[in-house]
């Protein structure tokens, strides 16, 4: 029912499995207590933060199959540089191709205003990024 988070859930073999976050169904329950969000919602996520990981990167895994059958193409994974170097390590051992942007697509000048979505300027310059990983790879 309502009592588990929404994004719990994957798609395997064309059917959705529910996937249970380690204490999900607290952070549900207490979601609305000040005290629960400021003191263990905090200590919950640091003890998640491999679970959720984890996820992320059989989730991409999935993808790249899909990618690689449905398109006989290959994925290639554009990296924020705010992600943590784990993330960035696994994502290399499961041989995704990856591209790591440079810390200079955090500064406000790459982002909108108010927002910290990547501006055109920031969509511009990656798209280059990507044209030209693409080229150098053939």
Same mark, same amino acid.
């Given at each position: 029912?309502?009592?588990?988070?929404? /994004?719990?859930?994957?798609?395997? /073999?064309?059917?959705?499995?529910?996937?249970?976050?380690?204490?999900?169904?607290?952070?549900?329950?207490?979601?609305?207590?000040?005290?629960?969000?400021?003191?263990?919602?905090?200590?919950?996520?640091?003890?998640?933060?491999?679970? @959720?990981?984890?996820?992320?990167?059989?989730?991409?895994?999935?993808?790249?199959?899909?990618?690689?059958?449905?398109?006989?193409?290959?994925?290639?994974?554009?990296?924020?540089? /705010?992600?943590?170097?784990?993330?960035?390590?696994?994502?290399?051992?499961? %041989?995704?191709?990856?591209?790591?942007?440079?810390?200079?697509?955090?500064?406000?000048?790459?982002?909108?205003?108010?927002?910290? @979505?990547? %501006?055109?300027?920031? %969509?511009?310059?990656?798209?280059?990024?990507?044209?030209?990983?693409?080229? %150098?790879?053939?």
């Amino acid at each position: 029912g309502c009592y588990l988070d929404n /994004d719990n859930y994957i798609l395997v /073999d064309g059917k959705l499995k529910q996937v249970y976050e380690p204490f999900g169904i607290f952070k549900v329950i207490f979601k609305k207590s000040y005290i629960f969000n400021n003191t263990f919602l905090n200590l919950i996520d640091t003890k998640n933060r491999n679970f @959720h990981e984890q996820y992320l990167i059989n989730s991409v895994l999935q993808i790249k199959n899909i990618v690689k059958q449905k398109y006989d193409a290959e994925l290639i994974v554009i990296v924020w540089p /705010d992600v943590t170097k784990q993330i960035i390590e696994n994502l290399k051992e499961t %041989n995704i191709n990856t591209i790591t942007l440079d810390k200079k697509f955090e500064n406000k000048e790459y982002k909108i205003k108010n927002d910290g @979505h990547p %501006n055109q300027k920031a %969509n511009e310059e990656i798209a280059q990024i990507l044209f030209d990983y693409i080229n %150098n790879k053939s």
